[in-house]
Nanobody, 130 residues
């Protein structure tokens, strides 16, 4: 069975940093697209960052330059380093792995996380106080 287990997150002050981890089992993290998504109250599920099988990374404009996604194939873990956090980063964060054959991004706008496609972590709250 595929399992994605998240760790990290919590409550911090604006300007501080956090690192989220997503450890996978039964999932070919080295040959699959993976990403971090977030959902704030009253908002849809938004892509924060993605990493492709060849290591190419994508970021939303709101986090570009502050967040870094990385992958450790040996540990089958994907990370999201979040620096210079802002109050608007407050949300529940989810890691996700693409299903075989397509990307979660192919689904278009997501109303809520998680969606019944691909593989998702359990979600973790990040709260940033200004």
């Amino acid at each position: 069975d595929v399992e994605l287990v998240q760790s990290g997150g919590g409550s911090v002050q604006a300007g501080e940093s956090l690192r989220l981890s997503c450890t996978t089992s039964g999932f070919p993290v080295d040959v699959s697209g993976m990403g971090w998504y977030r959902q704030a109250p009253g908002s849809g599920c938004k892509m924060v960052s993605r990493i492709s099988p060849n290591g190419a990374t994508t970021y939303s404009e709101s986090v570009k330059g502050r967040f870094t996604i990385s992958r450790d194939n040996a540990k089958t873990t994907v990370y999201l380093q979040m620096n210079s956090l802002k109050s608007e980063d407050t949300a529940v964060y989810y890691c996700a792995g693409d299903p075989p054959g397509y990307s979660i991004e192919d689904l278009g706008e997501l109303r809520s996380c998680p969606v019944p496609a691909g593989y998702w972590g359990q979600g973790t709250q990040v709260t940033v106080s200004s």
